[in-house]
């Protein structure tokens, strides 16, 4: 599916500036980044509604958005230099995911132009690696009874002294959503089979989680790839994936720390075998400058989602405390609805989701995850499994 919505831009001649695909339910979200005019945009909208299983698309660049992305870059951190980075880091709200003698990794999420700002100030430090998601965002609500979401939070909530229990809200909340039609089984575009006659994995299931290490080896791979920014270079790294069977579980494509080169991080299922074939392959593409398989390397990994959550004033210090506990920051509120902004890893963004459906989600954007080796060494996955010390 990846490969089919990039050729509708390879094809014409669009530079997707940056692309975010993440997973929800049994369905995929892309935020996609490109200039060119009005009059031609609307006509690759309509090239692009035409694809089998794409139902919906929207151009939101000109009504009031809340919009972010996320990145993480990795700068060489001397010791005595070590206390003015921390209080960069501290005044652009960043966080520290690992550190060496001599690098530091640093997250930082915000708008486009907050991270341009990030990179200026710290590229005095020396910049050795930066992997940024695509740019995700959502309308900001309107008020009152004539916003979009307003039924659906009323629905929700129709009697605020009355206690409800979680299934009664999930099923009231169930009802208010529009059924959509299925167009899996027929197209003009691009013909597919019927769901009834293929039996796949379900993975675009935001509770499927990651696969883990069984028996036979299949587990998910994390990709990061350095390619020229270049028109119609994306649609040729999915082809390889494409044709090769391979289920894009999670890209995400950014600016890297050179200018001219985008890094592109993904996440496939496979074996060891097949991925090392599948990166040989890659290796072929002559706009390709670099690819690593980060799954055996120590890797520090992030993911953004906004949500947006209808809760009224009588539910909104509970979602509020929720967020609290996963430090989730409020970034939009009306009288019906709040928008929660979550950076972290695939089970922390699963987790929030889970908590906050009995209340109502209204809408969802996801990145795909973006990664960069630990220099520390230090694999969080296994500490995990440790006991604190008493």
């Not at 530091?104 to 708008?111: C, R, S």
């Not at 799954?295 to 609290?324: C, G, Q, W, Y």
């Amino acid at each position: 599916m990846i490969n089919r919505i990039a050729g509708v831009f390879a094809r014409r001649g669009y530079n997707i500036e940056s692309l975010a695909v993440g997973l929800n339910r049994d369905k995929a979200l892309f935020t996609i980044v490109v200039s060119g005019t009005e009059s031609v945009l609307q006509q690759v909208m309509e090239q692009l509604k035409k694809l089998v299983n794409v139902l919906k698309v929207e151009d939101i660049s000109q009504e009031p958005q809340v919009e972010r992305e996320l990145m993480l870059i990795k700068i060489n951190a001397d010791p005595k230099y070590r206390t003015e980075v921390m209080w960069l880091v501290d005044i652009f709200r960043g966080k520290i995911v690992d550190i060496s003698d001599h690098s530091l990794t640093i997250e930082v999420t915000g708008d486009p132009g907050k991270m341009v700002a990030v990179q200026r100030n710290l590229s005095k430090f020396g910049i050795r690696e930066i992997a940024r998601t695509g740019k995700i965002a959502l309308r900001r609500e309107k008020m009152g009874e004539s916003a979009p979401f307003w039924r659906f939070s009323a629905a929700s909530y129709p009697d605020l002294e009355e206690a409800r229990t979680v299934s009664t809200v999930l099923k009231t909340a169930n009802k208010t959503r529009v059924r959509e039609p299925d167009t899996s089984s027929g197209g003009d575009v691009y013909p597919v089979e019927s769901a009834d006659e293929i039996s796949i994995n379900q993975v675009l299931d935001a509770h499927w989680g990651v696969l883990n290490d069984d028996t036979s080896g299949f587990r998910s791979h994390t990709l990061s790839m350095v390619v020229t920014d270049a028109p119609g270079v994306l649609n040729l790294v999915t082809g390889v994936f494409s044709r090769r069977g391979y289920n894009i579980q999670s890209l995400a494509v950014g600016h890297a720390e050179v200018e001219g080169l985008s890094r592109i991080t993904t996440v496939v299922p496979g074996t060891d075998e097949s991925i090392g074939k599948l990166v040989q392959q890659l290796y072929k593409l002559v706009n390709l400058h670099e690819v690593c398989d980060l799954t055996h390397l120590p890797f520090a990994e992030r993911e953004l989602m906004l949500i947006k959550i209808a809760a009224n004033a009588a539910a909104r210090r509970n979602v509020l405390d929720i967020a609290s506990i996963f430090r989730a920051k409020a970034i939009d509120v009306s009288d019906h609805t709040i928008t929660l902004e979550l950076s972290g890893d695939l089970d922390k963004m699963v987790a929030l989701q889970r908590l906050l459906e009995p209340y109502g989600i209204c809408e969802v954007a996801r990145t795909g995850r973006v990664a960069l080796v630990r220099e520390s060494g230090v694999d969080s996955k296994y500490l995990r499994g440790y006991s604190y010390p008493l």
